[in-house]
């Protein structure tokens, strides 16, 4: 079948999107006779009513409903396609990351890709929220979960991983030696599932916590109040390497628990090949990978789900 002509598929996308012929007028910058005169064409094109009139708006008809649906996706699809080609001209390459891994390891290394690769511009965004990579604004993500997102290609790094981390003043005055021990202790952020999960994986069975202890969001604020003295806090020894070394931070108890959750790079699969998220997914898994991190070999297995 010959396809109807372009201005009128555009016109019908956007006037039933919107539900208004001005709305649509001014979105294609177009007068609202001009939007009016294209629909007019598709309907005779296709002898069917695409619209229903009433009180100033407008409705899509049975058929319009029908065609509207797949148009707008395809329209949609056009757009994607040349935003992809804009952003694989770019030398920007935009990345998002959750906000403690970002903020301390991410941070402190991302200078070595900027050395590898100097045609290359970096703009890190952090956020624990999960940003849709669908629009264009990221090329890629840091992505912090269990895997197994539609329509992205994600390649895994490590598993999160906790130790209970605190101040040596703490640690010395409350004689930690043991998982056990943390039970009778201030734990920061005592009501995060992690807690249950850590005592679980030393053979604990914790009760419920009553403590009221203080609720933080992330990573940082965490390791911040750790570093203070206000309690232990589970922490990824990656993440706080320089703190450890200080001496600010020290790691009590040996018992190191594996999350189900973990990092992965990931973009959308129709991105595939592209040469700057090629070439920062190369970088980090290679980097993670290096041995002087000391990040343990369990971590880099990754969980069956």
């Given at each position: 079948m010959?396809?109807?002509?372009?201005p009128?598929l555009?016109?019908f996308?956007?006037?039933?999107?919107?539900e208004?012929?001005?709305?649509?007028?001014?979105?294609?910058?177009?007068t609202?006779?001009?939007?009016s005169y294209?629909?007019?064409?598709?309907?005779?094109?296709l002898g069917?009513?695409?619209?229903?009139?009433?009180r100033?708006?407008?409705r899509l008809?049975?058929?319009g409903?029908?065609?509207h649906?797949?148009?707008?996706?395809?329209?949609?699809?056009?757009?994607?396609?040349?935003?992809?080609?804009e952003?694989?001209?770019?030398?920007?390459?935009?990345?998002?990351?959750?906000?403690s891994?970002?903020a301390?390891?991410?941070s402190?290394?991302?200078?070595?890709?900027?050395?590898?690769?100097p045609?290359?511009?970096?703009?890190l965004s952090?956020?624990n929220d999960?940003v849709?990579?669908?629009g264009?604004d990221?090329d890629?993500?840091?992505?912090m979960?269990k895997?197994?997102?539609?329509?992205l290609r994600?390649?895994?790094?490590?598993?999160?991983y906790?130790?209970?981390?605190?101040?040596?003043?703490?640690?010395?005055?409350?004689?930690?030696?043991?998982?056990?021990?943390?039970?009778k202790?201030?734990?920061?952020?005592?009501h995060?599932?992690m807690?249950?999960?850590?005592?679980?994986?030393?053979?604990?069975?914790?009760?419920?916590?009553?403590?009221r202890?203080?609720a933080?969001?992330?990573?940082?604020?965490?390791?911040?109040?750790a570093?203070?003295?206000?309690?232990?806090?589970?922490?990824?020894?990656?993440?706080?390497?320089?703190?450890?070394d200080?001496?600010?931070l020290?790691?009590?108890?040996?018992?190191?628990?594996?999350?189900?959750?973990?990092?992965f790079?990931v973009y959308p699969?129709r991105?595939?090949?592209?040469?700057?998220?090629?070439?920062?997914?190369?970088w980090?898994?290679?980097?993670?990978?290096r041995?002087?991190?000391g990040i343990p070999?369990?971590?880099f297995?990754?969980?069956?789900n």
């Amino acid at each position: 079948m010959k396809l109807p002509p372009l201005p009128a598929l555009r016109a019908f996308e956007a006037a039933g999107r919107l539900e208004h012929f001005s709305r649509a007028a001014e979105e294609l910058a177009m007068t609202q006779a001009a939007v009016s005169y294209q629909i007019r064409q598709l309907e005779d094109f296709l002898g069917e009513k695409l619209f229903e009139r009433e009180r100033g708006r407008v409705r899509l008809s049975a058929t319009g409903q029908r065609l509207h649906r797949p148009i707008s996706e395809a329209f949609g699809a056009m757009r994607s396609a040349f935003a992809d080609l804009e952003q694989e001209r770019s030398a920007i390459l935009s990345l998002s990351g959750p906000v403690s891994f970002g903020a301390t390891w991410l941070s402190g290394s991302i200078g070595r890709f900027q050395l590898l690769y100097p045609d290359l511009a970096l703009r890190l965004s952090l956020t624990n929220d999960v940003v849709d990579l669908s629009g264009g604004d990221f090329d890629l993500a840091i992505r912090m979960g269990k895997g197994n997102w539609e329509g992205l290609r994600e390649h895994f790094l490590f598993r999160l991983y906790v130790t209970p981390m605190c101040s040596p003043e703490f640690a010395e005055s409350h004689r930690l030696e043991t998982s056990q021990d943390l039970l009778k202790v201030e734990r920061i952020s005592p009501h995060d599932f992690m807690w249950s999960d850590y005592f679980a994986s030393a053979g604990i069975g914790e009760k419920p916590s009553e403590m009221r202890g203080i609720a933080l969001e992330n990573q940082s604020q965490e390791a911040s109040a750790a570093k203070s003295g206000f309690g232990v806090a589970l922490l990824t020894p990656l993440l706080w390497r320089e703190e450890i070394d200080n001496g600010s931070l020290v790691c009590p108890i040996d018992h190191i628990h594996y999350s189900d959750i973990c990092h992965f790079v990931v973009y959308p699969e129709r991105r595939v090949g592209i040469r700057k998220i090629e070439r920062f997914r190369e970088w980090i898994s290679a980097e993670i990978a290096r041995a002087e991190l000391g990040i343990p070999p369990a971590a880099f297995e990754r969980p069956v789900n």
